[in-house]
Structures are given as C-alpha cells and as structure tokens.
C-alpha cells in the first residue's frame, strides 16, 4: 500500500492561477511521453509516486496520450484504482480534447459533439467522476469560438470539470476566446501554451493578454523534449526521448549549431551552480505570472533535480542579457 511522504507539501511552492481560486504547484507532471504501452507500468508508478511525494499534485494528461491514443489515460486510471483513490482531493487533474482521436469527422478539433463526448470517454478511463481542469488543446480554425467555449462554458455547469483552459491559442485567439467564456459567466482558468528558452512565442503578446485578463499560464515542454538539459550534450544516449521515442524529437533536430547554443546555455548555468534543465525551468518561472512549469520525466531523478528549482537563485540582469544573447 502506498503511503505518500508525509512532509511533502513542505517541499514544493505553490502558485495562485490567474486571478482564481486555485493554487498550482510550481512544478506539475505530464504524462504525454513515458506513460502509454512503450512503458512498463511499475516505471510509470515510480515516476507518479516520486512526484506526489515532492508536492507534486497536478498531473496533466490528453485523451490521444499514450502511445497508442488513450493509454496514458487508461494507464492513470488504474494508477488511479491503486494508489490515489483515496487522495482525489489532494490532487489536480487536468485532460484534454482538439486534436485528432477517434476516426470520422467528430473526433477532431473544436465542435461542441466532440469536447463533450471525448471528456465522456477520459472520465471513463481515468476512473474519475470529474477532472479539475478540462482544456481545448488547439484553436480550430473551423468552428465559431461561440460553440467551442459554450461547449467548455456546459462542462463547468455539468460538473464533470471544475474548470476550464486552452492550449497553444495564439495571443489574439486567446484574448477573443477569454472575452467569449466570460461573457457566458464562466472565467478562463489557464492557458497552456509551449515556452522555453528555445520557444519565446509566448513572449510576444500573449504572456501580456494572459496576465492582464487574470488568467494562469502553465508552459509546456520547458526543456523543448529535454534538448534544454545535458544529455546531448555528448551525443544521443539510447534511454533518450530522442533514441527510445523519436515520434515528436527527431534526432536530426539536435544539429551542431543548436548543440553549440545549447552548450553554452549550459555553462551560463554552471556558472550559476544549476543544471541546464534546473536553469531552463528557472527561466520559465521567473515571471510571477507563470504559474506552473509542466514537466516530463522517464525517470524518478529528473523529477527530483528539476525540484530544486523551488530553491533557485534569482536572475541578475547580465545572466539575462547572456541567455538573450543566445535565444532571442
Ligand atoms: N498542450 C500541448 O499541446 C502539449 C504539447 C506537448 C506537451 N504537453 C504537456 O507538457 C508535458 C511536458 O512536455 P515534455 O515532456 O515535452 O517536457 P520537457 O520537460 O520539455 O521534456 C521532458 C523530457 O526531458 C527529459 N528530462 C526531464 N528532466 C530532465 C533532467 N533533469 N535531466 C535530463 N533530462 C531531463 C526527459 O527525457 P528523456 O526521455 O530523454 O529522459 C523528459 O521526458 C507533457 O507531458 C504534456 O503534459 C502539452
């Protein structure tokens, strides 16, 4: 029986979202990579339970992760029946539908039959009543925004979500999305988009939309699919993402200038006594209105570095005119 470390919320920081009621752990876990069938299920329960250990408590899933589409859910759903039945309150879980998941034309993008049907079918999966935050994962481009968010607006009242996001919405499809939600009387949680050193979009207006309208941000892939670390520093290690699971990080991406950028991120980083992925996600979270910076992990280690963070030195201005230096 699984018995959670018992000082473990004194270990993490916690961050308000937007201007909700919800509080956020600086660092979240998701379960897109390391958590479908390519995955043995001990591995997956390690990783689950080291988090939670740490303060950990908001694990981020999507009806397609997996492989195949679906599994992690499935696979969390048992996690689910094993350890955290009995902490369900202790945790925020968050899923999501937009892109493709089930053939034909209503498992795929934004309609109204598609989000309401696909949470259906995760809440099944995760052995759950209800997830905390349910999200659109992309804008579509098709679909009148006025049914996407009174399809996210129905869920909130249906409650079988407590609370409602989007994810890479550009600035001006979130600013329109946020006005939308609102006008029905239901207020955008949080906005998920992709942000790192190596992925400075969201600097470009929509971190600006975001805070002034009082919605949370959670930046995924902080350490673009683990280039911002030290392992390939050297070469490709075979337990890499880019070795073991190359769907979303071709090795061919990993090319001598990147590698040479990366290096030299990471000596900036040992000069500030961090890890390149602690100085990575630093970096994420120097903005207060960051509110979680949303990890992946293969294994219980990653999880336990990328931690310290919450201890991180401040930046002075000249580590971030050299990180500017090299990523703007
Ligand atoms: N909304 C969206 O469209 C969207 C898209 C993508 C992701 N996401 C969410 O964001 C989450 C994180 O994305 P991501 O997995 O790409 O994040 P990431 O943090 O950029 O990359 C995670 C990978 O980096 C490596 N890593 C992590 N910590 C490390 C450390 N301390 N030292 C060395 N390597 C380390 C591991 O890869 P190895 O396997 O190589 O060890 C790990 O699987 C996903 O699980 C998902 O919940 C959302």
Redesign the pocket.
């Known amino acids: 029986m699984y018995i959670p470390h018992s000082d473990r919320y004194e270990e993490m920081t916690y961050r308000r979202c937007g201007k909700s009621g919800l509080k956020l752990p600086l660092i979240s876990?998701?379960?897109?990579?390391?958590f479908g069938d390519i995955t043995p299920f001990m591995v997956q329960q390690t990783l689950l339970r080291t988090a939670f250990d740490h303060g950990i408590t908001h694990f981020?899933?999507?009806n397609n992760?997996g492989p195949p589409y679906g599994e992690a859910e499935r696979n969390f759903g048992e996690h689910m029946r094993r350890d955290w039945h009995t902490h369900r309150d202790e945790l925020v879980i968050s899923t999501?539908a937009g892109y493709d998941m089930w053939p034909g034309p209503y498992g795929d993008f934004g309609s109204r039959k598609y989000l309401i049907s696909s949470l259906d079918q995760s809440l099944k999966r995760m052995n759950v009543d209800y997830v905390d935050v349910f999200?659109h994962?992309?804008p579509d481009p098709s679909t009148p925004i006025e049914e996407t968010m009174g399809a996210l607006h129905d869920i909130v009242r249906s409650g079988k979500a407590l609370y409602v996001g989007i994810?890479?919405y550009s600035a001006v499809q979130a600013e329109e999305a946020i006005r939308v939600l609102e006008s029905m009387g239901t207020h955008m949680l949080i906005h998920?988009p992709?942000y790192?050193m190596l992925n400075r979009a969201p600097e470009q207006g929509l971190l600006d939309v975001l805070s002034d309208r009082g919605v949370g941000c959670i930046a995924?892939?902080?350490?673009?699919?683990?280039i911002?670390?030290?392992?390939y520093l050297h070469g490709i290690p075979a337990?890499?993402?880019?070795a073991?699971?190359p769907r979303?990080l071709k090795p061919d991406y990993l090319t001598d200038e990147l590698l040479d950028k990366v290096r030299a991120l990471n000596t900036i980083a040992h000069d500030r006594g961090q890890?390149l992925?602690?100085m990575a996600l630093s970096w994420v979270v120097r903005h207060d209105s960051m509110t979680s910076v949303?990890?992946?992990?293969?294994?219980p280690?990653?999880?336990l570095?990328?931690c310290k963070i919450v201890h991180a030195p401040p930046f002075s201005k000249s580590e971030l005119d050299a990180i500017d230096a090299l990523t703007l």
């Open positions: 876990l998701g379960l897109w990579h390391n981020d899933l999507a992760y999501k999200y994962h992309r994810s890479n998920q992709s790192s995924f892939s902080p350490l673009r699919n683990g911002l670390t030290n392992k337990d890499s993402r880019a073991s699971d979303y890890s992925a602690e949303l990890i992946g992990a293969s294994k280690e990653q999880i570095q990328n």
